[in-house]
């Protein structure tokens, strides 16, 4: 099985940048889809951010695009997503996963945590 552990998260003020990268192991030889996720205090975790193998094509959640990049390094092994313009409500733990998976509970890892401040 594939596992995550993610890195990068800081704390940053409003505006500022951040870039997260995600670190695939295990069974990674048919990684195709990935995708960020967040999480903040008392909310449901949602998608941010997904890209197929290769990186040839990503979306975003409506409320990130044109301040976040999704994307892999060329062993594919590496996710990164780059924060630019980043506000408060962005403040989270960021994770990544497959989304065919995060449904299930012992799929995510311990993720990063991201605080913007006004």
């Known amino acids: 099985q594939v596992q995550f552990v993610e890195s990068g998260g800081g704390l940053v003020q409003a505006g500022g940048s951040l870039r997260l990268s995600c670190a695939a192991s295990?069974?990674?030889?048919?990684?195709?889809?990935i995708g960020w996720y967040r999480q903040a205090p008392g909310k449901l975790r949602e998608l941010v951010a997904v890209?197929?193998?290769?990186?040839?094509?990503?979306s975003y959640l409506d409320s990130v695009k044109g301040r976040f990049t999704i994307s892999r390094d060329n062993g594919e092994n590496t996710i990164h997503l780059q924060m630019n313009s980043l506000k408060p409500e962005d403040t989270a733990v960021y994770y990544c996963?497959?989304?065919?998976?995060?449904?299930?509970?012992?799929?995510w890892g311990q993720g990063t945590q991201v605080t913007v401040s006004s």
């Open positions: 295990g069974s990674t030889r048919r990684l195709n889809i």
């Open positions: 996963n497959i989304p065919s998976r995060a449904g299930q509970d012992d799929s």
């Open positions: 890209v197929n193998s290769g990186g040839i094509s990503a």
